[in-house]
């Protein structure tokens, strides 16, 4: 015998009724089945609209007239007339009073279940079915808690047993859920959940084999799907887990729907009337015993917190406040004490929160006039996050990645069992920690949402190789790169659920303009978005003076721009300061190089103890380009150097490169990765421009082709036979020396023989002895920057 309860969307009018109907009629053929019923559609909600319209003294009726159309309309069979008749008399005396009672309110909220029931009752019998109605106000009886009563069991149980002692085995029993009453026959409701309540009820009282939970979702979920949108059915829960999940949040589910199945051992199941194939969720004694199984949250509650000298070690404390709250009937849901014993927080439920304070100020009216509780505080903007299930290793991780996110918990609590932890958020954070947790627990897809900044060469390149591969690098790695901001100086494109390969466009034509980065902030904190982290592919020295900021509100940062690693020491001390206090992560490995491993490789030669003494290299790709090319042929310097411009090797004005500052700062960029405290005024350049163009504009620069020609012919011209011309970087760390200069080698050289745009680095180590770390490869170029900007980002993505 099974016990199977219909919801109330899955009663509605059309498809869904339909469907319920197609289910019972299945079922029946298998087993005696008993069906709990709560009212069909929106009725429940409906009905109380309109005592709150009768009670104002509104116009109720046409309200009432759709409502009655709604109930009749499954078959011209159904007559409703006493049913109708007495809702409007109930309707009538409270609009004459303008005022109700909780018990005149479940009077009229009975009629849901019992019009729903009766229209199945028809149904089934239309269809040669046969069905008995079943009106539980006879059966289960309650006190006189009107609007949330407590079953009388031993009565019920009688009644129940007593009733359907010879149920015949073909007929379908079509039972009332939600209500019941009391022993003056007078309707009481079962409260929050009460249809599921009754269900189970029925099937402890009878013994049945399974109660089946028909409801509009596929099972109880790893998360709320509303807040986590990756959330999973879990497909089997113990009794005591589910217990758990119904006392900490989970819609599907409440405690005192369990208890009734727990000491039978009854399993229960929930199931989709939408999707009848689909297996649900199972409920039994042991469940499948594996690990962490969901993430709940509960909302509408406010943090409770005492705080003050007089807690210190004093007795009683705790049974005071309990015992006050316990008077004043407010329920405490979690709570946490300082190691110091200097304070204590609690959850209570939101509609609580003032008297809990008024109760708690009044108990210790004494204490709070000499201090000995310093305050009483009330925090109504919380949510509780609770981890359900075995094995919460985790939570060290969770915190981490928590911090990262800019998300601090109020409060932190975990059971005696081991079974859950609880933590308190902002009400702001929920969203944001609820899928950041998710994500750890459940090992779905790690998200990184991508703010990139700079549309050049390197930024378009870096766009679109981002969103050529993002399926690619979900399938592999289990992260989404998310792409939710992209700008330039001029406008802004935001889209929470990623940009798409048509951003060129949409960013000219649907760009917000005059924006500034408050714009951005507003926007990750509405849409909740986690793992936040700018790409900054410009030369901005403006948007550097922001990295602050950016890290002070949430965002990690990755950059091939180099101007922060070149600013004043103060600026660069104190960024690195930031990053540490907020949890965040600031890399830059094309700063120097492009796409070669040379800052990560110094970093773990620095870090683990191996002294370096030298630094030496060709550091600039376009340099390198330019002065092979020129020094092994016979073309003219500004032939060269239009070749270069034209592949894209130099920036738009090619004396950023021929200045020589660019290499300067990436030779400034390694001696602070050592430790040095340089600035770039330390650093001696061998300016390559003359200095006669060294002002004015581009065009007037590269109009001076013969100056140019001349200029480096005679630079060239100090290079014997077997030597060429190379743009060398040298920092010698123990002098603490930085010098840039136009140096002769020999072709034969390491350096001599470099070719194409390569850039090359020799590292003189204590280790390496005379014979140093050569690191070479390509060094300019807009594929191989963005390249190594993307490898940033997924090295990023490994912290989460």
Known sequence: MKVLKFGGKSLANGNPLSGALDIIKKEAKQDKIYLVLSARGNATNELEELLEVAAQGENYQAKLDKFFEYQVAPSDSLNFSSEFQD???????????????????DRLLAYGEILSCKTITTLIAQEGGKARFIDTRELIKTDERYGSAHVLMDVSQKNVQDFFNDAADDVI????????????????????????????????????????????????????????????????????????????????????????????????????????????????????????????????????????????GKVGIDGRIFSALSRKNISV????????????????????????????????????????????????????????????????????????????PYLFTNTINGEHVSLVVKQSDLRKATNVIHSHIF???????????????????????????????????????????????????????????????????????????????????????????????TASEGLVQQYPQLVENGFDIVASN?????????????????LTANHKHFLYETNVGAGLPLIDTIKLLHTSGDKIKRIRGIFSGSLSFIFNSFSNSEKPFYKVLQQAIDGGLTEPDPREDLSGNDVGRKLLILARELDLKNNFEDVKIDNLIPEDLREGSVEAFLSAEEELNQYFEGRKSLAKADEVLRYVGDLDVEA?????????????????????????????????????????????????????????????????
């Open 87 to 105: 809702i409007n008399r109930i309707l009538g005396g409270v609009s004459l009073l303008g005022e109700y009672s909780l018990k005149i309110k």
């Open 173 to 312: 029993e079509v039972v009332t859920g939600f209500i019941g009453s009391n022993l003056q026959n007078q309707t009481t409701t079962l409260g929050r959940n009460g249809s599921n309540y009754s269900a189970t009820l029925l099937a402890s009282f009878l013994n049945a084999s399974e109660v089946q939970n028909w409801t509009s979702v596929n099972g109880v979920y790893s998360a709320n799907p509303q807040l986590v949108p990756n959330a999973k059915i879990i497909r089997n829960l113990s009794f005591r887990e589910a217990n758990e999940l119904a006392n900490f949040g989970t819609d599907v589910l409440h405690a005192k729907t369990i208890l009734p199945l727990v000491e039978k051992k009854i399993p229960i199941r929930i199931l989709n009337s939408f999707e009848p194939e689909d297996c649900g969720t199972l409920i039994n004694g042991d469940g499948d015993g594996k690990g962490i199984k969901a993430v709940s949250v509960i909302e509408k509650v406010a943090l409770v917190s005492l705080a003050g000298r007089g807690l210190l």
């Open 333 to 408: 849901r979690i709570i946490s004490q300082a190691s110091s014993e200097r304070g204590i927080g609690f959850i209570v439920d939101l509609e609580n929160a003032d008297k809990a304070k008024k109760t708690l100020s009044k108990e210790f009216k004494e204490e709070l006039a000499v201090l000995d509780i310093s305050e009483i505080e009330i925090n109504k903007d919380v949510a509780v996050i609770s981890v359900i299930g075995k094995n919460l290793n985790f939570i060290d991780q969770v915190y981490g990645t928590l911090n990262r996110n800019q998300i601090r």
């Open 443 to 537: 090992g779905v897809s790690q998200k990184l949402n991508v703010f990139l900044f700079g549309k050049g060469n390197v930024g378009a390149t870096l766009i679109n190789q981002l969103l050529e591969t993002q399926e690619r690098i979900l399938e592999r790695r289990n992260l989404r790169l998310n792409v939710f901001a992209i700008a330039d100086t001029k406008r802004l494109l935001l889209n929470a659920k990623g940009i798409d390969q048509n951003w060129k466009s949409k960013l000219e034509n649907e760009g917000i303009e005059n924006y500034t980065l408050s714009d951005v902030y507003r926007f990750v904190e509405e849409n909740h978005l986690e793992n936040v982290v700018v790409v900054d592919n």
């Open 562 to 578: 180099k101007h922060a690693n070149t600013q004043p020491y103060s600026y660069y001390s104190n960024l690195r300061q930031l």
């Open 736 to 800: 603490e020396t930085l010098e840039v200069k136009l140096e002769v080698v020999p072709q034969n050289s390491t350096l001599g023989g470099l070719q194409g745009s390569d850039s090359i680095f020799e590292i003189f180590t204590e280790s390496y002895g005379e014979h140093p770390l050569v690191i070479r490869g390509a060094g300019a170029g807009a594929e191989v920057t963005a390249r190594g900007v993307y490898s940033d980002l997924l090295r990023l993505a490994e912290t989460l």
